[in-house]
């Protein structure tokens, strides 16, 4: 049985930061590379960043870059993503993915096999 949960999600305000949480369960999570991707109210489901096995950032959107930051705990089975000066337009649910390879795919969603269920961003004042 594979399974990725997320967790850490909430209402931040404007310039803010949140951390999130993708454990797995049922591999171990350090053979594979991880991607998270975040779907806003009304928009298709979007590449954010992914990180190979080797810990190498791979960034698909330009939007993140400078302010979101990926890292693993191999020991713990998890992948974080640090979100700093958060945005309105950063408001989505964020999905933790794997494609179970080493190294990252390119950021189209069907790409990937392995979906965690989605934790909720809001920014808003």
């Known amino acids: 049985q594979v399974q990725l949960v997320e967790s850490g999600g909430g209402l931040v305000q404007p310039g803010g930061s949140l951390t999130l949480s993708c454990v797995a369960s049922g591999f171990k999570l350090d053979l594979y590379s991880i991607a998270w991707f975040r779907q806003a109210p009304g928009k298709e489901r979007e590449g954010v960043v992914c990180?190979?096995?080797?810990?190498?950032?791979?960034l698909y959107a330009d939007s993140a870059q400078g302010r979101f930051t990926i890292s693993r705990d191999n020991g713990a089975n998890t992948v974080f993503l640090q979100m700093n000066s958060l945005a309105p337009e950063d408001t989505a649910v964020y999905y933790c993915?794997?494609?179970?390879?080493?190294?990252?795919?390119?950021?189209?969603?069907?790409?990937?096999?392995?979906w965690g269920q989605g934790t909720q961003v809001t920014v808003s004042s």
């Open positions: 993915a794997t494609d179970r390879t080493s190294w990252c795919p390119s950021p189209n969603h069907y790409s990937y096999d392995y």
């Open positions: 990180i190979t096995s080797s810990e190498h950032t791979v």
